[in-house]
């Protein structure tokens, strides 16, 4: 495990490329369509203000150059770019490369086993590694937060070489690393899927549809019992469905656990007060006649087809009762 070859220039792909080569845990490729805007070096400023700077090996928008030599390949890309990206570099993997997702619960596993080699291993993070941003397109980037361990989910591989593979992981990016049951695990969340779709439906669906708002809305400080009642119920859906699945009882946090709320109206005070939520802002766009809903965000294009999607698919296919879920998601693809 010498060689990683990311895929995608977001955030997440300069501060791990940075991370990486300057540590001289592997050689890193990246594979971008903005290839030219890249530079061999790239720094990272690391929240104690220090700044670690990596050297490349390789950057190309070409899979053959840089991902034909990887041991690890690691996808940074949104939902939609998934399944036409792991077609775009099947055919230049090797069989016994680790390929995995940053962030697996926009459908990396679900979409990895349908189009690559059964005996091809699988990896993915359950949540990101790291908080950050870009500050320079292909130059810099900031690392604002670390994560105190990770969780990830390796498959098609012996469970010796799960244990391993963790192993390289924890050694790259030093921090504990603790093995999921399975690729449920980590694709099926209650975070971003439920989060996100709950608010955006109350927001721009039932008597709010069509509505144009006075003001640019905060997406958190202005929570609403409403949104937390619906968060709560497809939430209390989405366990139903983990009851039935081969995932590790209590694995996830129920919502009003992990916020630590025992109703809709302590769940809406907490979600609204949370210090980083502060300042994020809404999908919407301004006209002459108020803000209204911005259907191209990746709040819509991402939590719907390819987070919500696929819990939205597993209850059906296990005949599990959704009905708000139903009601929600149903809503969300109605608009893209």
Not at 122 to 130: A, D, S
Not at 231 to 246: A, Q, T, W
Not at 247 to 269: M, R, W
Not at 292 to 320: C, M, V
């Amino acid at each position: 495990m010498k060689k990683i070859c990311l895929c995608g220039g977001g955030s997440l792909g300069h501060v791990i490329a940075g991370w990486l080569s300057s540590k001289g845990k592997a050689e890193v490729n990246i594979l971008t369509g903005s290839p030219d805007r890249w530079n061999k070096d790239i720094e990272v400023l690391l929240p104690e203000s220090e700044t670690l700077t990596g050297h490349l090996t390789a950057v190309s928008g070409n899979p053959a150059e840089v991902i034909s030599n990887a041991d690890v390949v690691l996808f940074c890309y949104p939902g939609f770019m998934i399944a036409s990206e792991l077609e775009r570099i099947k055919p230049y993997l090797k069989t016994d490369a680790y390929v995995g997702s940053v962030f697996s619960s926009t459908g990396f596993f679900f979409e990895a086993l349908k189009i690559l080699s059964p005996h091809q291993p699988l990896w993915g993070f359950q949540r990101v590694p790291f908080i950050c941003r870009v500050n320079e397109y292909g130059r810099s980037a900031n690392l604002l937060g670390y994560k105190p361990c990770y969780h990830i989910a390796v498959e098609n591989v012996t469970d010796g070489q799960k244990r391993e593979f963790a192993d390289v992981i924890s050694e790259w990016f030093q921090r504990p690393v603790h093995l999921l049951k399975n690729y449920y695990e980590a694709s099926l969340t209650n975070s971003n899927p439920l989060l996100h779709t709950s608010r955006l439906y109350t927001m721009f669906g039932r008597e709010n549809e069509g509505r144009a708002y006075p003001r640019m809305v905060n997406f958190y400080e202005d929570w609403t019992v409403e949104a937390a009642d619906v968060l709560i119920k497809m939430d209390h859906e989405f366990f139903n469905l983990l009851k039935v699945l081969p995932v590790t009882e209590g694995y996830l946090p129920t919502i009003l656990d992990y916020y630590e709320s025992h109703d809709a109206k302590s769940l809406a005070a907490k979600l609204s007060s949370i210090a980083g939520f502060k300042g994020i802002t809404s999908p919407m766009i301004q006209t002459e006649d108020g803000w209204i809903p911005d259907f191209k965000s990746r709040y819509f294009t991402e939590d719907f087809p390819y987070g919500l999607r696929y819990i939205w698919q597993l209850a059906h296919s296990h005949n599990i009762s959704t009905p708000v879920i139903d009601e929600v998601y149903q809503w969300g693809i109605s608009k893209l």
